[in-house]
T-cell receptor
Framework: NAGVTQTPKFQVLKTGQSMTLQCAQDMNHEYMSWYRQDPGMGLRLIHYSVGAGITDQGEVPNGYNVSRSTTEDFPLRLLSAAPSQTSVYFC???????????FGPGTRLTVT | GENVEQHPSTLSVQEGDSAVIKCTYSDSASNYFPWYKQELGKRPQLIIDIRSNVGEKKDQRIAVTLNKTAKHFSLHITETQPEDSAVYFCAASIGSYIPTFGRGTSLIVHP
């Protein structure tokens, strides 16, 4: 099992550009989440999904979109990148909300 | 929603000492409390978790205690080693809701 995979590992964008961060898991987990990690701020939830076709907003959803067309994939789209979106992004999956979350290796995004 | 406070933000200890990290949560309905360790440049990984029907859980040198009345839970690491140096996150979740994380504690173990 590859677990949770994320691409790309690093990305530099200019303000106003759009892009999609990819996340995939091969553990047949229903729950998937996107977090951003900033110094001193912990892991803040952006969006999450409890199954294919179902998504919901987390703590910091503005400027991001998600979709869940399959159990395996949960892409995160930045609509119009801003410097405030410079961060490390982690995708995670779990069998349910009350179970261990498995994190991907992260994507380091810089917006200039 | 749930709010999780974590203290201290930085903890510096000598090798062999014990380390304690404390978290408080706001919603008494929270029933799952995991702890994650994140080494520098790596992804967070679960090290121990506890559910609301248990007061304490141990796994070798680490233990977690839960006080539901006071709404706080703690991570205890005994006989600390340099490889314990990392950022530790607590979290709390209610039912089917995704866990809310604390802001993290940077633990530094000096040889």
């Amino acid at each position: 099992n590859a677990g949770v995979t994320q691409t790309p590992k690093f990305q530099v964008l200019k303000t106003g550009q759009s892009m999609t961060l990819q996340c995939a898991q091969d553990m047949n987990h229903e729950y998937m989440s996107w977090y951003r990690q900033d110094p001193g701020m912990g892991l803040r939830l952006i969006h999450y999904s409890v199954g294919a076709g179902i998504t919901d907003q987390g703590e910091v959803p503005n400027g991001y979109n998600v979709s869940r067309s399959t159990t395996e994939d949960f892409p995160l789209r930045l609509l119009s990148a801003a410097p405030s979106q410079t961060s490390v992004y982690f995708c995670a999956s779990s069998y349910s909300a009350g179970d261990e979350q498995y994190f991907g290796p992260g994507t380091r995004l810089t917006v200039t | 929603g749930e709010n999780v406070e974590q203290h201290p933000s930085t903890l510096s200890v000598q090798e062999g000492d014990s380390a304690v990290i404390k978290c408080t949560y706001s919603d008494s309905a929270s029933n799952y409390f995991p702890w994650y360790k994140q080494e520098l440049g790596k992804r967070p990984q679960l090290i121990i978790d506890i559910r609301s029907n248990v007061g304490e859980k141990k796994d070798q040198r680490i233990a977690v205690t839960l006080n539901k009345t006071a709404k706080h839970f703690s991570l205890h690491i005994t006989e600390t080693q340099p490889e314990d140096s990392a950022v530790y996150f607590c979290a709390a979740s209610i039912g089917s809701y995704i866990p809310t994380f604390g802001r993290g504690t940077s633990l530094i173990v000096h040889p």
